[in-house]
Structure formats: C-alpha cells, structure tokens
C-alpha cells in the first residue's frame, strides 16, 4: 500500500465506548475509510455514524465479522472487543490480508502465544495503552528502574473494566523487570489481616489495582530508595487522549511484521 492510499478500515467492538470513539475518529480522516463496524446486536443494522456522532456515514453496524473483512483487504481492522475474543477476530482478519491493531486487553496468554505465531508472515500490532503520555510514563519507569530497587504500581480505572491489573500495569512492569534483570526488593511478607491487602506481584513488583466510577485510566510508578521517592503519573481523561495513538497505529501498522507489542515501537516508523 502506498503511502498516499486510503486505509480501509474495520472497527471491531465499534459500537463500545472505545470502538465508537475509534469510528468517530476514523471518519475525520482523509487518508482513511471506515468499511464496516462490528458491534453488539442491539445496534444492528443502526448508522455507526450516527451512533458515534451524530451525523450519518451511510455504514450500518453488522455482526458479521468476516463479510465485513472481505472489505478491508490489504487494510486495517481495529479491536476493542473482550480478551477471549481477539484471537478468533486476528485470524479471521489475517485470513483476508488485514493488518490487525488490538487495543484489547485480558487476551488469554495461550492465545496471545498462538496469535505471535499466526502472525508470521502477517501485521499485528498489540497496544496496551493507546496514550502518547502512558507510553512515556512508561518509557520513563523502565529507565528509572535501573536505578531504583524499590517499586510499586497504582493503576485505576473504571468500573467496567473487568481485566486486573490493566495491561498497561503488565507492560510497565515487565519493561522494569527487563531494566533491573537483579530484580526489586520488596518488605518481608508478613501476615495480612486483609486478605489482598498488599496487592499482587509480578515481576517482583508490587501492583494495586483499583475499579470505581469516576475515573477513566490512571497509574502511576512509585520508585523507593533511602531518604527519597519518585513518582511517576499518568492520567487520561478521557477517552480522547487515545486517539492520536489510534491513528498512528492504523497508519503504521503495515509497516511492521510479525506481531509487536507496544504502541513505542511504532513511533519512529
């Protein structure tokens, strides 16, 4: 595809508070075309459009995953559906010659091994966070990791998300384990009178999840040494600020191969 060519575009999960921000999103663009919209059958048969903004676009929702791929050849599907289903919606897209870009998080981790191996030969591109400051945030903890034994994460979302903790909590601390290969230290396990309290581990990072109205997507880094701590914070709004990372990603998707992990490694392309 070159440069200059139109994307076609198909947004899985569309008619989500994600996926109808993605399609209204989509359709300010010059240099793509929204195709199809898979969505919830509720809304079948309904103008994304007109359900995203307001305004028509002559594209009705579908249920219909693969006719609506048949569309898309050589162009981009967006998935913003539930984690047990993105493998079944990436192969069928990978079958029709199109790239896949998954904001999806709680993706089974068998089937997120099976996805890196179907995607040789094809475009995958997984995003935990969409957000340019989340990708920082999260850049910016790898780096201090290498300095600090001490470290916890915060993350807080909505109380819909059902996922715990949020991928963008897994990746950072995974990139700080990656950091700090003579891993973290952490305070010696004592009895909890709250089952839980202490949060999980992973990594040998302590991870506080917290679900409640009010709140959109919000983490931060805390990093501990003798006499001194560094926070680092990142909040979204709204679900706006992800959208410039959409695009980057539908516009760079097909410059990838193989399935990548990470908004970051497509910001130079």
Same mark, same amino acid.
């Given at each position: ?66 006719? !609506? ?8 599907? #967006?998935?913003? @559906?539930?984690? /047990? &289903?993105?493998? =079944? %919606?990436? $192969? !069928? ?8 870009? #998954?904001?999806? @998080?709680?993706? /089974? &981790?068998?089937? =997120? %091994?099976? $996805? ?154």
């Amino acid at each position: 595809m070159a440069e200059t060519d139109v994307i076609p575009v198909v947004v899985v999960g569309a008619t989500g508070r994600m996926g109808r921000e993605t399609v209204g999103t989509v359709l300010q663009q010059v240099d793509m075309q929204l195709v199809a919209a898979v969505g919830h059958a509720r809304h079948l048969g309904e103008d994304i459009g007109q359900l995203s903004t307001g305004e028509a676009c002559d594209v009705a929702v579908t249920d219909q995953l693969e006719p !609506a791929l048949e569309q898309a050849q050589g162009g981009v599907m #967006v998935d913003f @559906t539930v984690g /047990p &289903a993105v493998k =079944e %919606n990436v $192969l !069928a897209a990978f079958r029709h010659k199109v790239a896949a870009v #998954v904001g999806t @998080t709680g993706i /089974p &981790a068998a089937d =997120e %091994n099976e $996805l890196d191996q179907a995607a040789t030969g094809n475009r995958m591109l997984l995003v935990p966070n969409f957000a340019m400051g989340a990708v920082l945030m999260m850049r910016f903890a790898r780096e201090a990791a290498k300095y600090f034994r001490w470290a916890e994460i915060i993350e807080m979302h909505h109380e819909r998300k059902l996922d715990a903790p949020s991928g963008t909590a897994a990746r950072t601390a995974e990139q700080m384990r990656k950091a700090r290969p003579d891993g973290f230290r952490a305070a010696t396990e004592g009895p909890e009178n709250i089952k839980g309290v202490r949060g999980g581990s992973m990594a040998g990072i302590r991870i506080h999840s917290v679900r409640m109205p009010g709140l959109v997507a919000h983490q931060e880094v805390i990093l501990g040494a003798a006499g001194e701590t560094l926070s680092i914070r990142h909040d979204s709004y709204s679900r706006e600020s992800y959208m410039p990372g959409v695009i980057l990603a539908i516009q760079r998707v097909n410059r990838i191969s193989g399935m990548v992990v990470g908004l970051e490694n497509v910001l130079d392309l």
